[in-house]
DNA sequence: ACCTGAACACCGTTCAAGT
DNA sequence: ACCTGAACACCGTTCAAGT
């Protein structure tokens, strides 16, 4: 009985790299980057914390291979679409992946060493600039625009103190919370800001960034021509 | 002698959260953010780790207090520039202040809670624009895309693979470094891309930031009449 | 009011020992 | 080939005790 469960524990288990990651992300998705630690994520897979380092290197490797899923995750341009389309299509869905895992952007500015989804992704990304007739110098400009706008619109969205997905109730919080306790005056056009959104009641913060990706791909357009 | 020392060591001292900061800024700046702990803080400081608690609540609120400090960095928009200029000098500050603490960014995305730097500078920013006849959603707009883009170019700059302050010497490692081991072929518009760029003596990657900037100036100014 | 020593419940990682 | 127990050198933080 004892024998069954275990030999049942083990066929469930057949550690791999690629299972390693997959339960790292689901338990940083739940309880943040901070929670994450090799004993916890031992336990979690049904195995002590030095058995991981049998598939991964260490710590940093882990941390590597969780970025690297998450941009295999990034819709690629597709090949049947004119390059503002595909552009605006791989943009929605990087914002969306990076919000689904909000501790990526945050590991990306230490990571130094790019995984294999990471550099497909950045190469059909200048293929399909390229194949549209773009010079290398635009190109260059025209990814360097949208990806750093892509992860910086969602990096303020992440760091605002609402939730985004949330209509009008979340935002109203922003102007009773943040405002609480500050001298009647300061930081006026702060507390007008947050007073306007609190009133629209459909208002996401997330909706800005179609218009700024509309605005910079209206830019990349008019300069090429 | 030894009470001299010690005399002197602690008038040297007179622990204050500012003075912690400021160290922790300063042992960060040189040795990472995951190099940084109370223990390290506070033997830099000449104290025991446990004294720190007398001025900071713990170890999120001394994070929070970085933080604002490299907010109190950046430039606020003058009042005698045009909204153009006040925005692009701001831009520019930002980024440079950025790049001198390259944690920052990194740690933003799990700040919960801005200090009155942060504050501070968000309020100017929205004052410079509202004043300059900017509705309060074509401020929101313009403020999204533009902390947007500076955020996510400078993390996107700080993640590259080669310094970005380097002249040709640092880019041309990158075909080298990054394309060691690939199939050839495999990447083709990455190998494409970091050749034409090593082959260029006196490129920055940094030089896009302007090129994506004013862009993105022009485009609001555009949509603006 | 501020600093500290000891203690607690954690970390990542190495290594020799098991199967 | 893969897993583990014990060990090492660390963490953040609490608390009672010192001045």
Redesign the interface.
Same mark, same amino acid.
């Given at each position: 009985m004892a024998m069954q469960a275990k030999r049942a524990a083990k066929r469930r288990a057949a550690l791999t790299r690629e299972r390693i990651l997959r339960t790292a992300i689901r338990l940083t998705d739940r309880d943040?980057?901070?929670s994450l630690s090799m004993r916890k994520l031992g336990h979690a897979l049904g195995v002590e914390a030095m058995s991981l380092y049998n598939h991964v290197r260490n710590k940093v490797d882990l941390l590597d291979g969780m970025v690297d899923i998450v941009f295999s995750q990034i819709d690629l341009p597709s090949n049947g679409l004119d390059w503002r389309n595909a552009m605006r299509k791989r943009a929605v869905s990087a914002r969306q992946a990076l919000l689904r895992h909000?501790?990526a952007?945050? !590991?990306?500015?230490?990571?130094? &060493?790019?995984g294999p989804a990471t550099?497909?992704h950045?190469?059909?990304v200048?293929?399909s600039l390229?194949k549209a007739g773009f010079s290398?110098d635009m190109?260059?400009?025209a990814y360097?625009?949208l990806?750093?706008?892509?992860?910086?619109? &969602?990096? &303020?969205e992440? &760091?605002l103190?609402f939730s985004t997905s949330e209509g009008g109730a979340g935002v109203a919080e922003i102007a009773g919370n943040?405002m609480d306790g500050f001298r009647p005056g300061?930081?006026?056009?702060?507390a007008?800001?947050a007073l306007?959104?609190a009133r629209k009641p459909g208002y996401k913060?997330g909706d800005?960034f179609e218009?700024?990706l509309d !605005?910079?791909l209206?830019?990349?357009e008019r300069?090429r021509a």
């Open positions: 943040g980057i901070d909000p501790w952007i945050g !590991l990306m500015e230490s990571r130094a &060493t790019p550099l497909r950045h190469d059909a200048l293929g390229r290398i190109a260059a400009h360097s625009i990806d750093g706008y892509i992860y910086g619109f &969602t990096l &303020t992440l &760091t103190p943040i300061e930081y006026g056009y702060l007008e800001m306007d959104r913060y800005e218009f700024g !605005l910079i209206d830019g990349i300069v």
